[in-house]
């Protein structure tokens, strides 16, 4: 049985339905772009690459759908990542975490334009807004998927990680349209920009505002030590090397100088030295940051598997057989609390403290 059959009968006992919605006329992949201030977000980077591999293997269009306020600027983007075509909608209704009103606006899209594929970065607007939209729509929905791909038959095949990632599960979508998934963060690449790749750009007036019960008041700025962890641009990541919480110190010392976020194996973890959500791992979070500093980390498979997708990686330990120095591509054989002090220290004397930025 596949998940999306079966949400797909669940949704026929539960509803009064028209008529099945068919593949039938249905053309095209959409991707919804998401941004936050004026940057788009690396998820929706990494399911529009993947989602570009998708479209040419099916020979269809790829489609970026881009909502928000004052994002025009943005638009240009989303063709050097893979885009045919940019659907662009801009009203204050849709600036930040607007659920009602993204969904409005949607559900109405589709119901014109009835895409193949639909799929999103699984973000926190994201989460909220496609199962919403699919109960809407009556379509079956896979999310936090790790790959994605297209059978024989044409359906979208999803893989994802199940019993907290010791697993991995496949679910095919039912021929209902659009089939729908969400894409975890961490898991595609985002290829490079090919800024000589243009694309159209289809500005679209509010169709559908509807009533929303959301009022924006006020954004706050996001800490690197409490931003999700698989939003981090860097981490700084400590293990069983760090030896006591008291080190901790030093650690948040070398983060706050880079405006890097901390993150920790299970043994750091189970330890108190850093908090669950913030665990790197097959237990915890995948990330994909620019930098990762691995901190007295072994570097063990259930931890690897988690920020092997980083891009530089430095790892400081005391054995020089820790497994974690076969990814690195900087390493330091050395005990965490002489060598991060002394980075730390260096940083201070060449760079000037890191601009506050939003996350």
Same mark, same amino acid.
């Given at each position: 049985m596949t998940l999306g059959n079966f949400a797909f009968r669940v949704a026929k006992g539960l509803f009064t339905m028209e008529g099945d919605i068919k593949m039938t006329g249905a053309k095209g992949i959409w991707v919804f772009i998401e941004s936050e201030r004026d940057e788009i977000r690396k998820v929706s980077l990494e399911t529009l690459c993947e989602a570009r591999k998708l479209a040419n293997g099916l020979n269809e269009e790829l489609c970026a759908l881009l909502l928000g306020d004052k994002v025009e600027s943005l638009a240009e983007l989303p063709p050097h990542y893979g885009a045919d075509r940019v659907f662009?909608?801009?009203?204050?209704?849709?600036? =930040?975490?607007?659920v009602d009103a993204h969904l409005n606006v949607?559900? +109405?899209?589709v119901k014109e334009n009835s895409p193949?594929?639909?799929? #999103? $970065? &699984?973000?926190?607007?994201?989460?909220?807004?496609?199962?919403?939209?699919?109960?809407?729509?009556?379509?079956?929905?896979?999310?936090?998927?790790?790959?994605?791909?297209i059978d024989a038959s044409g359906k979208l095949v999803v893989r994802k990680p199940v019993y907290g990632g010791k697993a991995?599960?496949?679910?095919?979508?039912? /021929?209902?349209?659009?089939?729908?998934a969400s894409v975890a963060p961490g898991f595609m690449d985002?290829? /490079?920009?090919?800024? &000589? *790749? @243009?694309?159209?750009?289809?500005?679209?007036?509010? %169709?559908?505002g509807g009533k929303t019960n959301?009022?924006?008041?006020?954004?706050? @700025?996001?800490?690197?030590? !409490?931003?999700?962890? !698989?939003?981090?641009?860097?981490?700084?990541? %400590?293990?069983?090397?760090?030896?006591? @919480?008291?080190?901790? &110190?030093?650690?948040e010392e070398l983060a706050d100088k880079l405006g890097a976020s901390i993150g920790?194996? *299970?043994?750091?973890?189970?330890? $108190?030295?850093?908090?669950?959500?913030?665990?790197?791992?097959?237990?915890?979070?995948?990330?994909?940051?620019?930098? =990762?500093?691995?901190?007295?980390?072994?570097?063990? =498979?259930?931890?690897?598997?988690?920020?092997?997708?980083? $891009? !530089?990686?430095? %790892?400081? +330990?005391?054995?020089?057989?820790?497994?974690? #120095? @076969?990814?690195?591509?900087? $390493?330091v054989l050395g005990d965490v609390s002489q060598v991060v002090p002394a980075i730390s220290?260096?940083? &201070?004397?060449?760079?000037?403290?890191p601009k506050e930025k939003a996350q």
């Open positions: 662009l909608m801009q009203h204050e209704s849709l600036s =930040y975490h607007n949607v559900a +109405n899209l193949r594929i639909l799929l #999103f $970065g &699984s973000t926190p607007l994201a989460k909220e807004l496609a199962p919403r939209l699919a109960a809407q729509l009556r379509v079956g929905l896979v999310t936090d998927a790790a790959d994605v791909k991995h599960a496949t679910f095919a979508c039912a /021929p209902a349209t659009p089939q729908m985002v290829k /490079p920009p090919d800024a &000589s *790749r @243009k694309g159209e750009v289809v500005k679209l007036a509010l %169709v559908a959301v009022e924006f008041i006020e954004f706050i @700025k996001g800490d690197p030590r !409490t931003v999700a962890i !698989t939003e981090a641009e860097m981490i700084v990541a %400590v293990g069983r090397g760090l030896e006591k @919480k008291e080190n901790l &110190s030093l650690i920790g194996s *299970r043994v750091a973890v189970d330890n $108190g030295w850093v908090p669950a959500e913030r665990q790197v791992g097959m237990t915890g979070k995948t990330v994909a940051p620019r930098l =990762y500093i691995a901190c007295g980390i072994s570097g063990q =498979y259930p931890h690897t598997v988690g920020m092997e997708r980083s $891009g !530089t990686v430095m %790892v400081i +330990n005391t054995d020089r057989n820790a497994p974690m #120095f @076969k990814l690195a591509d900087i $390493g220290k260096r940083l &201070s004397e060449v760079i000037a403290p």
